[in-house]
């Protein structure tokens, strides 16, 4: 380092090594701390979305315009399944299915619940649902799926039915008939949360479009992109796609359930409140820190004046200073924080308190931070901004510096 | 042409209710190539006087011109440019960096001035080796003796080869020895470089160095004479 000030810079943290230690030791601490809890919150949001979504409301859905807030069974898509093939070949993409939706009373021989009763596509409906996967005794419906349904577990103990009995379903159909039918029970799946596994049942689309009435229509049609990223794009798309086509709606994952996003944006705001006490913390004890080193050398700042140099290079050596120690705090505490949470991402994670969130939001008992560039670097890069801020107000005190008087100090 | 012309320089200090006059209608000229000491009973004026000269300190009257430049109409900022290429300061208490070795103390000056580094480092261990510190480059000032020091904060003063270099009371810290050994070392300088040195001191032996002698007492100059310097030492010598 043929760069004196850089060396004097760096020789001056070590003046009072511990004072420097303890400083970027609340930065390293606050880093990982940082690091570890974005990168859980992250992973947790993901995780949120990808179950609830995935399980079946899919990332994007065309519907009737009026669908969503009010579900009556004449909102519908007339020749769902043309419309859905088309977007299939469209787009170059399997994960697009089409559904219609109705309430029915399903009755086994004991006993009889209201719930909602689903028309899939059965070869599509793995694509853009997990539920087909979480068949946990038969098996799924198939495309030849006709008078056959699939229920969740917990209605399967409700109505006190195994594989193979036969229940009735009872509701009105698209043209407010009466829509009835026998269908046998194929398969009954789990998905854990026992909201869907209790008020569900699933038949195939041909059989409802028979059952309800539907002719060749629909209620919607559910579509999954690769990653939550590329939702705005392939909204953009569908929208392209079906223009032109009268009162139909492309709504993304964040109208079709307000509630996540919402949960999402009300733990963000009180996990950033809380990060950023944190930070504040951390910028206080820089400036403390600074503010002492400042003034305790003020005669040698004397000194350095009387020689020819000016306040602007003194406040760039404490800046400097501050840099070096805020990079420190940083290099340390990413690498840290990235340790702990690269371990935890493999181990998984719970906390007290987590079910309740578990449950609602149909996670798996442990959480498993995800750790990507921008959760390693977010929070620390922000501490690491609020330090350098908070250096500068000791680094303005210099401009008031007198050479003469400062000289004269202790 | 003078090296220094102050006219009428006047500085008070108030303190409290109190007006401390701490000089009192200065005038002085001083030439280049001079060799001068300010002597004279502390509180006399004579650090005020090497201050203003420095532009280090504010003033009430003055008019003072270093070479063709009023320094006392400069701002702060062309006054710490003037400070850093053309004068060089030897304080009473060395006042060195004490977390870089001598040969960064007189570096880091140099790197202030834009000079690049390979020339940095050959100037300063030559500079270094001139006032006898050959081979205590890579010491912090802690590991070096008082003497020591002060050569360190002279060849950091005159590494760039100031026009002027303001000494206030520069043996006060130093035994006899080694004080004879600075101002040889100032005298050679001033000799071989054409420096213009400020000495400010009460010291006896200092003023026998001096090719003028400037007496001072309350602010005043009461004495200004010529007079012919002790026959110097011309070695380097590297003890003390
Ligand atoms: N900052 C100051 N505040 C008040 N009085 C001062 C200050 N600096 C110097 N003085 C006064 O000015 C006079 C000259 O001081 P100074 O130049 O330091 O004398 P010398 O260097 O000859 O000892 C003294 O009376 C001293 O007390
Ligand atoms: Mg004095």
């Given at each position: ?79 769902i399944t043309a419309m859905a093939d088309r977007l299939r070949s469209s787009l170059d993409s399997n994960q697009i299915a ?111 479009q028979d059952a309800f009435t539907m002719g060749g229509s629909g209620h919607s049609i559910t579509l999954r992109a690769a ?184 | ?240």
């Amino acid at each position: 380092m043929s760069n004196i000030a850089l060396r004097l810079a760096w020789r001056n943290l070590w003046r009072y090594p511990r004072r420097t230690w303890l400083t970027v030791g609340a930065m390293i601490f606050s880093n990982s701390l940082l690091v570890f809890s974005i990168s859980l919150q992250f992973g947790s949001y993901e995780m949120m979305i990808n179950n609830t979504l995935q399980a079946f409301t899919g990332h994007i859905q065309v519907q009737r315009e009026g669908y969503l807030d009010d579900p009556k069974m004449r909102y519908v898509l007339p020749d769902i399944t043309a419309m859905a093939d088309r977007l299939r070949s469209s787009l170059d993409s399997n994960q697009i299915a089409a559904r219609a939706a109705g309430f029915a009373l399903v009755s086994s021989n004991d006993r009889s619940y209201g719930l909602q009763i689903l028309g899939v596509e059965p070869e599509f409906e793995p694509f853009v649902s997990t539920i087909p996967g979480l068949i946990k005794q038969g098996r799924y419906l198939d495309k030849d799926s006709d008078e056959e349904i699939v229920i969740g577990s917990v209605l399967a103990r409700n109505l006190k039915v195994k594989l193979g009995d036969e229940v009735t379903f009872l509701g009105s159909g698209r043209d407010d008939s009466f829509a009835a039918g026998v269908a046998r029970v194929v398969g009954i799946f789990e998905t854990g949360s026992a909201d869907l596994d209790r008020s569900m049942a699933q038949v195939s689309l041909a059989y409802f479009q028979d059952a309800f009435t539907m002719g060749g229509s629909g209620h919607s049609i559910t579509l999954r992109a690769a990653t939550i990223d590329e939702v705005p794009m392939l909204k953009q798309r569908v929208k392209t796609l079906i223009a032109g086509r009268d009162k139909l709606v492309v709504l993304d994952w964040e109208v079709l359930q307000p509630g996540l996003k919402q949960a999402i944006q009300a733990d963000m705001t009180s996990a950033w409140f809380m990060y950023g006490v944190l930070i504040i913390l951390v910028a206080f004890s820089v400036l403390n820190t600074q503010l002492m080193s400042v003034l305790e050398r003020t005669r040698e700042f004397g000194t350095m004046m009387a020689l020819g140099l000016k306040p602007s290079n003194l406040a760039r050596l404490v800046m400097t200073e501050t840099f070096m120690m805020a990079s420190l705090g940083l290099a340390i505490g990413v690498f840290i924080g990235y340790l702990i949470t690269a371990y935890l991402s493999v181990v998984g994670f719970s906390y007290p308190g987590m079910e309740e969130m578990a449950d609602k939001f149909n996670l798996p008992d442990r959480m498993y931070p995800n750790v990507s560039l921008l959760s390693l670097t977010l929070g620390p890069g922000i501490v690491a901004i609020g330090c350098l801020l908070a250096a500068i107000y000791p680094a303005l005190r210099l401009y008031l510096l007198l050479p003469i008087e400062a000289m004269r100090a202790v | 042409m003078s090296a220094i012309h102050c006219m009428q320089l006047c500085k008070t200090f108030k303190q409290g209710d109190e007006t401390i006059t701490g000089l009192d209608h200065v005038d002085i000229s001083i030439e280049v190539g001079e060799f001068v000491c300010l002597s004279g009973p502390s509180g006399s004026g004579k650090t005020t006087l090497l201050n203003a000269i420095g532009g280090l300190d504010t003033h009430d009257s003055v008019e003072i011109h270093m070479g063709n430049i009023r320094i006392d109409q400069l701002d702060k900022g062309s006054l710490a440019d003037m400070r850093l290429h053309n004068i060089g300061f030897v304080f009473q208490a060395y006042n060195l960096i004490p977390v870089l070795s001598a040969q960064e103390n007189v570096e880091f000056v140099m790197q202030m001035q834009g000079i690049v580094a390979h020339e940095r480092a050959r100037h300063a261990r030559e500079i270094l080796k001139e006032v006898g510190l050959e081979g205590m480059e890579d010491r912090r000032p802690a590991q070096l003796s008082g003497g020591q020091q002060q050569r360190v904060a002279v060849a950091r003063a005159i590494v760039s080869q100031p026009q002027l270099v303001l000494a206030d009371e520069p043996t006060a810290n130093l035994d006899s020895v080694t004080a004879s050994h600075l101002m040889n070392l100032f005298s050679r300088l001033n000799q071989h470089h054409h420096i213009t040195f400020i000495i400010a001191t009460h010291d006896k032996r200092v003023m026998g160095y001096a090719k003028r002698l400037i007496k001072m007492r309350d602010g005043k100059i009461i004495g200004d004479e010529k007079q012919t310097p002790v026959a110097i030492e011309d070695v380097a010598d590297s003890s003390g």
